[in-house]
């Protein structure tokens, strides 16, 4: 980590995965089940109190935050898939191709990565 007081400074959020077992629940269908497990009490408290069998921490994250220090709204803040891949990359693309008249085959491409992301997250 840097120390000099020209560079930026950043607080960075990594949204883990946690896998938490919630058993024994008795539903009509998988769906049903899904939702009771959500309507369960805090899962925090649930993370807290169950054994260790029942909850799995890895490297996994979801994405990621970056806020720059010092700004209070939040205004240069950026989301990330990856290290590589920015959140809203596609949406900047696509925007991009927009205000710049580019060939239709460029924007299937773009609406393909967009689809693509959206499917990961849903």
């Known amino acids: 980590m840097t120390t000099d007081a020209e560079t930026p400074r950043y607080d960075v959020h990594l949204f ?14 998988p769906r049903a089940a899904l939702a009771a497990a959500l309507a369960e009490p805090s899962m ?3 993370l807290e ?9 890895d490297q996994d ?11 209070p709204d939040y205004e240069r803040s950026e989301w990330f898939h990856s290290l590589t891949e920015p959140l809203l990359d596609p949406l900047r ?5 927009d205000e710049s008249g580019r060939p239709p085959d460029v924007l299937a491409a773009l609406l393909s990565d967009a689809r693509d992301q959206l499917a990961q997250t849903a």
Do not use: C, T
Not at 49 to 57: G, Q, W
Not at 93 to 97: C, F, P
């Open 49 to 57: 109190r169950l054994n260790a069998p029942d909850r799995e921490f």
């Open 93 to 97: 693309k696509l925007i991009a191709w």
């Open 61 to 71: 994250f979801s994405h990621f935050g970056v806020d720059l220090v010092d700004d």
């Open 16 to 29: 883990a995965i946690v896998r938490l077992k919630v058993g024994d629940i008795a539903a009509v269908n």
């Open 44 to 46: 925090v408290q649930r």
